[in-house]
Structure formats: C-alpha cells, structure tokens
C-alpha cells in the first residue's frame, strides 16, 4: 500500500517508464531504433524532481528502489521527462469524466468531428 500520492504518482510514472522503455526495444527490434529519449508528460509537479534527483532523502526513502527505474532511463537517454498541466493533458478525455466544456476542448484538440447520429427503430 502506497504511503502517500507521491508515492502512487511515482509508481505510475515508473510503470509508464518501464512501458516506454519496453516500447523502444520493440521498436529497435523491428528495425526502428529511437535515436532520441522516449519524451514523458506528466501532470504532477512534484514526482518529476523526485525522479530526477538521485538523493535520497526523508520524504523518499520509504519508496522501493525498484520504481528507481526512472531515473535509469533517463541516465541513459532512453527517456525524458517533462511537466505537462492537467488542463493540456489529453488522455483525460478517456481516464476522467470531463464537464461538457472539458469535453468539447479535448475532442477538438483530438482532432474528432462531432457526429450526429440517429437511431432507427
């Protein structure tokens, strides 16, 4: 159990750094190699400074040295992380239930028409 958001942000930035790593090795192997770092945009301003610091200090020592796996990849270039406002963040579209305003800024940022459809009974 995760002691507190800090730690449950780092762990999912972690996860996500593992998939992004795992991604580029994927890539490479069909031939695609990456030759610049995986870009990550997160939306929490405070895991990205523990990611990046490799001190430890009172407020991280309780997280498990196996989400550390950030600051490995961007070590060694494979990924790099950037800060990224709630109010920017794309995905929300499908992980939050936007208000309709929210909504409609997304799905145009998207790229998605609005469709009118009509049922028939």
């Known amino acids: 159990m995760a002691q507190s958001t800090a730690k449950v942000e780092y762990i999912s930035l972690a996860a996500n750094t593992n998939q992004g790593i795992w991604l580029r090795k994927l890539l490479a192997d ?17 895991v990205i400074p523990i990611a990046q610091n490799p001190v430890q200090h009172g407020k991280t020592k309780h997280m498990n040295v196996k989400f550390h796996s950030i600051r490995e990849g961007e070590k060694n270039s494979l990924v790099k992380l950037h800060y990224c406002s709630t109010d920017v963040q794309l995905v929300d579209i ?6 309709k305003s929210r909504l409609e800024f997304l799905r145009l940022k998207l790229g998605m028409s609005k469709a009118n459809l009509k049922e028939e009974c």
């Open 94 to 99: 499908m992980t939050k239930a936007p208000l």
């Open 30 to 46: 069909l031939g695609q190699e990456q030759s610049s770092p995986t870009e990550l945009y997160y939306d929490n301003k405070s």
